[in-house]
Protein backbone atom coordinates (compact mmCIF):
# COMPACT_ATOMS: atom_id res chain seq x y z
CA UNK A 1 0.00 0.00 0.00
CA UNK A 2 1.09 3.43 -0.80
CA UNK A 3 2.53 5.82 1.90
CA UNK A 4 0.83 8.67 0.49
CA UNK A 5 -2.70 7.21 2.69
CA UNK A 6 -0.72 8.43 5.58
CA UNK A 7 -0.81 12.38 4.15
CA UNK A 8 -2.98 14.22 5.87
CA UNK A 9 -3.53 16.93 3.57
CA UNK A 10 -5.96 14.42 2.44
CA UNK A 11 -8.00 17.44 -0.19
CA UNK A 12 -4.61 17.85 -1.92
CA UNK A 13 -4.10 14.01 -2.79
CA UNK A 14 -7.98 14.11 -4.30
CA UNK A 15 -7.17 17.24 -6.35
CA UNK A 16 -3.97 15.55 -7.84
CA UNK A 17 -5.89 12.56 -8.35
CA UNK A 18 -8.64 14.65 -9.76
CA UNK A 19 -6.57 16.07 -12.47
CA UNK A 20 -5.57 12.68 -13.66
CA UNK A 21 -9.25 11.52 -13.87
CA UNK A 22 -10.12 15.21 -16.44
CA UNK A 23 -7.05 14.49 -18.51
CA UNK A 24 -7.90 10.54 -18.57
CA UNK A 25 -11.19 10.98 -19.82
CA UNK A 26 -11.01 13.94 -21.86
CA UNK A 27 -8.45 12.41 -24.07
CA UNK A 28 -10.79 9.59 -24.78
CA UNK A 29 -13.91 12.28 -25.09
CA UNK A 30 -11.84 13.90 -27.42
CA UNK A 31 -12.39 11.42 -30.51
CA UNK A 32 -14.56 8.66 -29.51
CA UNK A 33 -18.53 10.52 -29.68
CA UNK A 34 -17.71 11.55 -33.27
CA UNK A 35 -15.49 8.68 -34.60
CA UNK A 36 -18.51 7.19 -35.84
CA UNK A 37 -19.16 10.34 -38.73
CA UNK A 38 -15.74 10.54 -39.12
CA UNK A 39 -15.38 6.86 -40.51
CA UNK A 40 -19.09 6.56 -42.33
CA UNK A 41 -19.14 10.16 -43.50
CA UNK A 42 -15.30 11.40 -43.89
CA UNK A 43 -13.43 8.06 -44.92
CA UNK A 44 -16.49 6.16 -46.96
CA UNK A 45 -16.42 3.10 -44.87
CA UNK A 46 -18.82 0.90 -44.41
CA UNK A 47 -21.19 -0.23 -41.70
CA UNK A 48 -18.84 -3.36 -41.03
CA UNK A 49 -15.89 -1.58 -41.17
CA UNK A 50 -16.91 0.93 -38.71
CA UNK A 51 -17.57 -2.27 -36.73
CA UNK A 52 -14.25 -3.68 -36.57
CA UNK A 53 -12.46 0.06 -35.84
CA UNK A 54 -14.45 0.23 -33.07
CA UNK A 55 -13.54 -3.27 -31.76
CA UNK A 56 -10.13 -2.95 -32.46
CA UNK A 57 -10.08 -0.19 -30.10
CA UNK A 58 -11.60 -3.02 -27.38
CA UNK A 59 -8.52 -5.56 -27.62
CA UNK A 60 -6.78 -3.62 -25.55
CA UNK A 61 -9.60 -4.44 -22.80
CA UNK A 62 -9.27 -7.67 -23.20
CA UNK A 63 -5.53 -8.36 -22.70
CA UNK A 64 -5.30 -5.63 -19.65
CA UNK A 65 -5.67 -7.68 -17.55
CA UNK A 66 -2.86 -10.03 -18.48
CA UNK A 67 -0.74 -7.41 -19.53
CA UNK A 68 -0.93 -3.72 -17.85
CA UNK A 69 -2.87 -5.70 -14.85
CA UNK A 70 -0.36 -7.84 -14.06
CA UNK A 71 2.54 -5.20 -14.31
CA UNK A 72 0.56 -2.97 -11.77
CA UNK A 73 -0.38 -5.81 -9.09
CA UNK A 74 3.20 -7.24 -9.06
CA UNK A 75 6.72 -5.96 -10.99
CA UNK A 76 6.42 -2.01 -11.48
CA UNK A 77 4.39 1.01 -10.05
CA UNK A 78 1.07 1.98 -11.44
CA UNK A 79 2.19 6.01 -12.56
CA UNK A 80 4.88 4.95 -14.02
CA UNK A 81 2.99 2.03 -16.49
CA UNK A 82 0.31 5.13 -16.82
CA UNK A 83 2.53 7.83 -17.97
CA UNK A 84 4.45 5.47 -20.71
CA UNK A 85 1.30 4.33 -22.05
CA UNK A 86 0.00 7.66 -22.32
CA UNK A 87 2.80 9.19 -24.12
CA UNK A 88 2.94 6.11 -26.79
CA UNK A 89 -0.95 6.58 -27.11
CA UNK A 90 -0.69 10.13 -27.94
CA UNK A 91 1.30 9.42 -30.60
CA UNK A 92 -1.10 6.75 -32.10
CA UNK A 93 -4.35 8.59 -32.00
CA UNK A 94 -2.54 11.20 -33.61
CA UNK A 95 -1.87 9.30 -36.67
CA UNK A 96 -5.10 7.87 -36.43
CA UNK A 97 -6.92 11.37 -37.50
CA UNK A 98 -4.25 11.17 -40.11
CA UNK A 99 -4.78 8.02 -42.61
CA UNK A 100 -7.58 7.41 -44.57
CA UNK A 101 -7.09 3.82 -45.54
CA UNK A 102 -9.22 1.09 -43.40
CA UNK A 103 -6.59 -1.19 -43.08
CA UNK A 104 -4.24 1.55 -41.78
CA UNK A 105 -6.94 2.87 -38.92
CA UNK A 106 -7.33 -0.43 -38.17
CA UNK A 107 -4.00 -1.63 -36.79
CA UNK A 108 -3.44 1.75 -35.13
CA UNK A 109 -7.30 1.38 -33.53
CA UNK A 110 -5.63 -1.94 -32.27
CA UNK A 111 -2.62 -0.70 -31.23
CA UNK A 112 -4.16 2.56 -29.48
CA UNK A 113 -6.98 -0.03 -27.87
CA UNK A 114 -3.56 -1.89 -26.07
CA UNK A 115 -2.13 0.85 -24.30
CA UNK A 116 -5.51 3.02 -23.59
CA UNK A 117 -7.68 0.93 -22.80
CA UNK A 118 -6.19 -0.79 -19.83
CA UNK A 119 -5.35 2.81 -18.28
CA UNK A 120 -8.84 3.58 -17.00
CA UNK A 121 -8.97 0.58 -15.32
CA UNK A 122 -5.53 1.50 -14.04
CA UNK A 123 -6.81 4.96 -12.98
CA UNK A 124 -9.66 3.41 -11.00
CA UNK A 125 -7.17 1.12 -8.70
CA UNK A 126 -5.06 3.78 -8.14
CA UNK A 127 -7.55 5.88 -7.22
CA UNK A 128 -9.40 3.62 -4.30
CA UNK A 129 -5.61 3.41 -3.35
CA UNK A 130 -4.99 6.26 -1.89
CA UNK A 131 -8.65 7.51 -0.84
CA UNK A 132 -9.51 6.52 2.50
CA UNK A 133 -13.61 6.43 1.97
CA UNK A 134 -14.78 4.11 -1.48
CA UNK A 135 -18.39 5.60 -0.88
CA UNK A 136 -17.59 8.99 0.14
CA UNK A 137 -14.19 10.13 -1.60
CA UNK A 138 -14.76 8.42 -5.12
CA UNK A 139 -17.46 9.80 -6.51
CA UNK A 140 -15.67 12.90 -6.36
CA UNK A 141 -12.72 12.22 -7.86
CA UNK A 142 -14.28 9.97 -10.52
CA UNK A 143 -16.80 12.79 -11.74
CA UNK A 144 -13.84 15.24 -12.61
CA UNK A 145 -13.64 12.66 -15.29
CA UNK A 146 -16.48 13.55 -16.38
CA UNK A 147 -15.74 17.33 -16.45
CA UNK A 148 -13.06 16.85 -18.83
CA UNK A 149 -15.50 14.79 -20.90
CA UNK A 150 -17.47 17.55 -21.62
CA UNK A 151 -14.89 20.51 -21.30
CA UNK A 152 -12.84 18.65 -24.67
CA UNK A 153 -16.73 17.62 -26.23
CA UNK A 154 -18.40 21.31 -26.55
CA UNK A 155 -14.60 22.71 -27.33
CA UNK A 156 -14.85 19.68 -30.30
CA UNK A 157 -18.77 20.92 -30.93
CA UNK A 158 -17.48 24.67 -31.22
CA UNK A 159 -14.70 23.79 -33.61
CA UNK A 160 -17.17 21.75 -35.85
CA UNK A 161 -19.95 24.47 -35.60
CA UNK A 162 -17.51 28.13 -35.72
CA UNK A 163 -15.02 26.62 -38.60
CA UNK A 164 -16.48 23.33 -40.70
CA UNK A 165 -20.26 24.32 -40.29
CA UNK A 166 -20.86 26.91 -44.22
CA UNK A 167 -23.91 28.62 -44.59
CA UNK A 168 -26.02 29.10 -47.76
CA UNK A 169 -25.54 25.41 -48.81
CA UNK A 170 -27.48 22.60 -48.40
CA UNK A 171 -27.73 19.88 -45.88
CA UNK A 172 -25.47 17.14 -47.47
CA UNK A 173 -22.88 19.81 -47.67
CA UNK A 174 -22.74 21.09 -44.46
CA UNK A 175 -22.87 17.81 -43.10
CA UNK A 176 -19.59 16.70 -45.21
CA UNK A 177 -18.06 19.60 -44.40
CA UNK A 178 -18.37 19.31 -40.77
CA UNK A 179 -17.45 15.12 -41.04
CA UNK A 180 -14.20 16.15 -42.62
CA UNK A 181 -13.69 18.57 -39.83
CA UNK A 182 -13.95 15.59 -37.05
CA UNK A 183 -10.22 15.12 -37.82
CA UNK A 184 -9.75 18.00 -35.60
CA UNK A 185 -10.69 15.90 -32.65
CA UNK A 186 -8.07 13.14 -32.60
CA UNK A 187 -5.46 16.08 -32.51
CA UNK A 188 -6.80 17.48 -29.44
CA UNK A 189 -6.92 14.04 -28.15
CA UNK A 190 -3.01 13.62 -29.09
CA UNK A 191 -2.10 17.33 -27.10
CA UNK A 192 -4.72 15.75 -24.51
CA UNK A 193 -2.10 13.00 -23.99
CA UNK A 194 1.11 14.45 -23.60
CA UNK A 195 -0.25 16.67 -20.83
CA UNK A 196 -1.41 12.99 -19.23
CA UNK A 197 1.65 11.60 -20.27
CA UNK A 198 4.06 14.04 -18.23
CA UNK A 199 1.54 14.11 -15.44
CA UNK A 200 1.60 10.90 -14.53
CA UNK A 201 5.04 10.49 -13.42
CA UNK A 202 4.12 13.63 -10.62
CA UNK A 203 0.97 11.09 -9.23
CA UNK A 204 1.35 9.71 -5.90
CA UNK A 205 3.57 6.64 -6.20
CA UNK A 206 1.56 3.32 -6.12
CA UNK A 207 3.96 0.16 -6.27
CA UNK A 208 3.10 -3.03 -6.20
CA UNK A 209 1.49 -4.83 -2.51
CA UNK A 210 4.02 -6.20 -0.67
CA UNK A 211 1.35 -9.08 0.72
CA UNK A 212 0.64 -10.81 -2.70
CA UNK A 213 1.08 -14.61 -1.48
CA UNK A 214 0.05 -15.60 -5.76
CA UNK A 215 3.00 -14.53 -8.55
CA UNK A 216 -0.36 -14.10 -11.17
CA UNK A 217 -2.45 -12.10 -10.24
CA UNK A 218 -4.78 -12.66 -13.36
CA UNK A 219 -5.40 -15.97 -11.96
CA UNK A 220 -6.14 -14.79 -8.18
CA UNK A 221 -8.47 -12.57 -10.36
CA UNK A 222 -10.39 -15.31 -11.35
CA UNK A 223 -10.93 -17.05 -8.59
CA UNK A 224 -11.85 -13.94 -6.75
CA UNK A 225 -14.65 -12.78 -9.61
CA UNK A 226 -15.96 -16.06 -10.71
CA UNK A 227 -18.42 -16.14 -6.65
CA UNK A 228 -21.27 -14.15 -6.11
CA UNK A 229 -22.25 -11.01 -6.73
CA UNK A 230 -19.16 -10.39 -9.31
CA UNK A 231 -20.44 -13.49 -11.15
CA UNK A 232 -23.67 -12.05 -11.80
CA UNK A 233 -22.51 -8.17 -12.50
CA UNK A 234 -19.65 -9.60 -14.86
CA UNK A 235 -22.07 -11.53 -16.77
CA UNK A 236 -24.93 -8.83 -16.83
CA UNK A 237 -22.07 -6.69 -17.73
CA UNK A 238 -21.49 -7.88 -21.17
CA UNK A 239 -24.88 -7.24 -22.70
CA UNK A 240 -24.80 -3.65 -20.91
CA UNK A 241 -22.01 -3.04 -22.82
CA UNK A 242 -23.32 -4.29 -26.01
CA UNK A 243 -26.17 -1.65 -25.41
CA UNK A 244 -24.07 1.49 -24.26
CA UNK A 245 -22.19 0.88 -27.88
CA UNK A 246 -25.51 1.63 -29.34
CA UNK A 247 -25.39 5.35 -27.68
CA UNK A 248 -21.67 5.69 -28.37
CA UNK A 249 -21.90 4.40 -32.24
CA UNK A 250 -25.00 5.66 -33.65
CA UNK A 251 -25.51 8.76 -31.25
CA UNK A 252 -23.87 11.27 -32.91
CA UNK A 253 -25.17 10.22 -36.19
CA UNK A 254 -28.84 10.09 -34.92
CA UNK A 255 -28.31 13.45 -33.18
CA UNK A 256 -26.56 15.52 -35.98
CA UNK A 257 -30.12 14.38 -38.15
CA UNK A 258 -32.23 15.71 -35.66
CA UNK A 259 -30.15 19.41 -35.48
CA UNK A 260 -30.08 19.26 -39.44
CA UNK A 261 -33.61 19.14 -40.07
CA UNK A 262 -35.12 20.95 -37.36
CA UNK A 263 -35.09 24.50 -37.86
CA UNK A 264 -36.38 26.26 -34.53
CA UNK A 265 -34.92 28.89 -31.90
CA UNK A 266 -34.48 26.12 -29.94
CA UNK A 267 -32.27 23.84 -32.04
CA UNK A 268 -30.84 27.30 -32.95
CA UNK A 269 -29.78 28.60 -29.41
CA UNK A 270 -28.69 24.63 -28.64
CA UNK A 271 -25.92 25.02 -31.16
CA UNK A 272 -24.87 28.19 -30.00
CA UNK A 273 -24.38 26.72 -26.69
CA UNK A 274 -23.11 23.11 -27.34
CA UNK A 275 -22.22 23.44 -31.05
CA UNK A 276 -23.16 20.30 -32.93
CA UNK A 277 -22.96 16.18 -32.82
CA UNK A 278 -20.55 15.24 -29.78
CA UNK A 279 -21.33 18.66 -28.50
CA UNK A 280 -24.64 18.07 -27.56
CA UNK A 281 -23.99 14.79 -26.32
CA UNK A 282 -21.69 16.48 -23.29
CA UNK A 283 -25.30 17.10 -21.98
CA UNK A 284 -25.11 13.00 -20.38
CA UNK A 285 -22.06 13.87 -18.84
CA UNK A 286 -23.49 17.11 -17.24
CA UNK A 287 -26.00 14.82 -15.63
CA UNK A 288 -23.25 12.13 -14.84
CA UNK A 289 -21.71 14.54 -12.48
CA UNK A 290 -24.95 15.24 -10.45
CA UNK A 291 -25.43 11.73 -10.37
CA UNK A 292 -21.78 11.28 -8.78
CA UNK A 293 -22.42 13.84 -6.70
CA UNK A 294 -25.22 12.53 -5.14
CA UNK A 295 -23.27 8.92 -4.95
CA UNK A 296 -22.19 9.43 -1.10
CA UNK A 297 -25.64 9.42 -0.17
CA UNK A 298 -27.01 7.94 -2.90
CA UNK A 299 -25.46 4.64 -1.36
CA UNK A 300 -26.76 5.69 2.40
CA UNK A 301 -30.01 4.91 1.57
CA UNK A 302 -29.87 2.43 -1.50
CA UNK A 303 -28.28 -0.85 -1.83
CA UNK A 304 -25.72 -1.55 -4.80
CA UNK A 305 -28.65 -3.82 -6.14
CA UNK A 306 -31.04 -0.98 -6.07
CA UNK A 307 -28.74 1.38 -8.15
CA UNK A 308 -27.69 -1.26 -10.19
CA UNK A 309 -31.61 -1.89 -11.13
CA UNK A 310 -32.31 2.23 -11.09
CA UNK A 311 -29.59 1.86 -14.04
CA UNK A 312 -31.01 -0.61 -16.30
CA UNK A 313 -33.87 1.21 -15.94
CA UNK A 314 -32.64 4.36 -17.17
CA UNK A 315 -31.07 2.65 -20.07
CA UNK A 316 -34.25 1.07 -21.35
CA UNK A 317 -36.02 4.53 -20.90
CA UNK A 318 -33.24 6.51 -23.35
CA UNK A 319 -33.73 3.79 -25.93
CA UNK A 320 -37.42 4.24 -25.99
CA UNK A 321 -37.32 7.61 -26.19
CA UNK A 322 -34.81 7.86 -29.10
CA UNK A 323 -36.88 4.92 -30.79
CA UNK A 324 -40.69 6.46 -30.66
CA UNK A 325 -39.89 10.25 -29.74
CA UNK A 326 -37.06 11.75 -32.18
CA UNK A 327 -37.52 15.01 -31.47
CA UNK A 328 -35.32 17.09 -30.20
CA UNK A 329 -36.42 17.54 -26.99
CA UNK A 330 -37.33 14.14 -26.31
CA UNK A 331 -33.53 13.31 -27.60
CA UNK A 332 -31.81 15.68 -25.37
CA UNK A 333 -33.95 14.16 -22.36
CA UNK A 334 -32.44 10.66 -23.62
CA UNK A 335 -28.94 12.78 -23.61
CA UNK A 336 -29.59 13.22 -20.06
CA UNK A 337 -30.31 9.92 -19.17
CA UNK A 338 -26.83 8.92 -19.68
CA UNK A 339 -25.83 10.21 -16.06
CA UNK A 340 -28.22 7.64 -14.16
CA UNK A 341 -27.12 4.76 -16.92
CA UNK A 342 -23.61 5.55 -16.02
CA UNK A 343 -23.04 6.53 -12.91
CA UNK A 344 -26.31 3.86 -11.37
CA UNK A 345 -24.42 0.81 -13.22
CA UNK A 346 -21.10 1.26 -14.14
CA UNK A 347 -19.59 3.32 -11.62
CA UNK A 348 -21.48 1.33 -8.96
CA UNK A 349 -20.15 -1.58 -10.76
CA UNK A 350 -16.35 -0.13 -9.87
CA UNK A 351 -17.51 -0.26 -6.74
CA UNK A 352 -18.59 -3.25 -6.18
CA UNK A 353 -15.56 -4.92 -7.70
CA UNK A 354 -13.48 -2.88 -5.67
CA UNK A 355 -14.84 -4.10 -2.30
CA UNK A 356 -15.12 -7.41 -3.23
CA UNK A 357 -11.67 -8.47 -4.26
CA UNK A 358 -8.55 -8.30 -2.36
CA UNK A 359 -5.93 -5.57 -2.09
CA UNK A 360 -3.50 -7.13 -3.57
CA UNK A 361 -5.30 -7.96 -7.06
CA UNK A 362 -6.88 -4.19 -7.33
CA UNK A 363 -5.65 -3.60 -10.87
CA UNK A 364 -6.24 -6.68 -12.09
CA UNK A 365 -9.52 -6.91 -11.11
CA UNK A 366 -10.59 -3.60 -12.17
CA UNK A 367 -8.94 -4.72 -15.73
CA UNK A 368 -11.57 -7.30 -15.79
CA UNK A 369 -14.31 -5.47 -15.32
CA UNK A 370 -12.63 -3.06 -17.62
CA UNK A 371 -12.25 -6.51 -20.32
CA UNK A 372 -16.11 -6.93 -20.17
CA UNK A 373 -17.04 -3.62 -20.09
CA UNK A 374 -14.46 -2.10 -22.79
CA UNK A 375 -13.53 -5.47 -24.08
CA UNK A 376 -15.47 -8.26 -25.10
CA UNK A 377 -18.65 -6.18 -25.26
CA UNK A 378 -17.49 -3.04 -27.20
CA UNK A 379 -16.06 -5.64 -29.42
CA UNK A 380 -19.45 -7.59 -29.73
CA UNK A 381 -22.01 -4.23 -29.46
CA UNK A 382 -19.66 -2.35 -32.12
CA UNK A 383 -20.19 -5.32 -34.89
CA UNK A 384 -23.73 -5.81 -33.53
CA UNK A 385 -24.49 -1.91 -33.83
CA UNK A 386 -23.27 -1.60 -36.78
CA UNK A 387 -23.25 -4.76 -39.44
CA UNK A 388 -26.18 -6.47 -37.88
CA UNK A 389 -28.72 -3.77 -35.93
CA UNK A 390 -27.53 -1.00 -38.14
CA UNK A 391 -28.01 -2.83 -41.70
CA UNK A 392 -31.18 -4.43 -40.91
CA UNK A 393 -32.89 -1.02 -39.82
CA UNK A 394 -31.87 0.58 -43.17
CA UNK A 395 -34.07 1.64 -45.48
CA UNK A 396 -33.47 1.79 -48.92
CA UNK A 397 -30.40 0.85 -51.12
CA UNK A 398 -27.09 2.37 -51.51
CA UNK A 399 -26.27 5.70 -50.86
CA UNK A 400 -30.14 6.57 -50.67
CA UNK A 401 -30.12 4.38 -47.70
CA UNK A 402 -31.60 5.85 -44.88
CA UNK A 403 -31.66 4.38 -41.16
CA UNK A 404 -35.24 3.77 -39.12
CA UNK A 405 -33.58 4.64 -36.09
CA UNK A 406 -36.89 2.95 -34.06
CA UNK A 407 -35.85 -0.33 -35.47
CA UNK A 408 -32.29 0.79 -34.78
CA UNK A 409 -33.20 1.85 -31.03
CA UNK A 410 -35.82 -0.86 -30.04
CA UNK A 411 -33.10 -3.40 -29.94
CA UNK A 412 -31.41 -1.91 -27.05
CA UNK A 413 -34.39 -0.69 -25.58
CA UNK A 414 -35.98 -5.01 -25.29
CA UNK A 415 -32.19 -6.04 -24.36
CA UNK A 416 -32.32 -3.29 -21.33
CA UNK A 417 -35.61 -4.62 -20.23
CA UNK A 418 -34.02 -8.39 -20.26
CA UNK A 419 -31.22 -7.06 -18.16
CA UNK A 420 -33.25 -5.43 -15.82
CA UNK A 421 -35.06 -8.69 -14.85
CA UNK A 422 -31.76 -11.13 -15.06
CA UNK A 423 -30.59 -8.88 -12.39
CA UNK A 424 -33.72 -8.53 -10.37
CA UNK A 425 -33.94 -12.63 -10.47
CA UNK A 426 -30.04 -13.76 -9.99
CA UNK A 427 -28.05 -10.98 -8.44
CA UNK A 428 -27.70 -11.45 -4.36
CA UNK A 429 -29.15 -9.11 -1.88
CA UNK A 430 -27.42 -7.19 0.78
CA UNK A 431 -27.86 -9.63 3.49
CA UNK A 432 -27.35 -12.79 1.17
CA UNK A 433 -23.46 -11.34 0.51
CA UNK A 434 -22.94 -10.10 3.57
CA UNK A 435 -24.15 -13.70 5.00
CA UNK A 436 -21.67 -15.68 2.02
Known amino acids: MSDTLAIPNVPFVRARLSMMMFLQYAIW ?10 LSGH ?11 FSAGALGAIFGPFLAGQLADRSFATQKILGVSHLVGALLVYLMGQTAQFETFLGLAAIYGLVYAPTMALTNSLTFAHIKNRDADFGPVRLWGTIGWIAVGITVGQILFR ?10 AVLAEQNAGRAVAFNISAVLGVLMGFYCFTLPNTPPTKSATEKTAWLEGFMEIAKQPLITLFLIAVPVSMIHQFYFVQADGFISGIQAGEESWFSANIKEIFGVGGGLMTIGQMSEIVVLAMMPFLTKVLTRKHLLLIGLAAYALRMALWAYMPELGFVIAGIALHGVCFGCFIFVAFMIVDENTTADIRATAQNYFNLVIVGIGTIVGSIFATAYVGEWSKVGEGAAATTDYTKLFSVPMYMSIACFVLLLLFYPSKRAIASS
Open 43 to 53: LGFTGAQIGYC
Open 163 to 172: FYTPTGVDEA
Open 29 to 38: GAWLPVLYLF
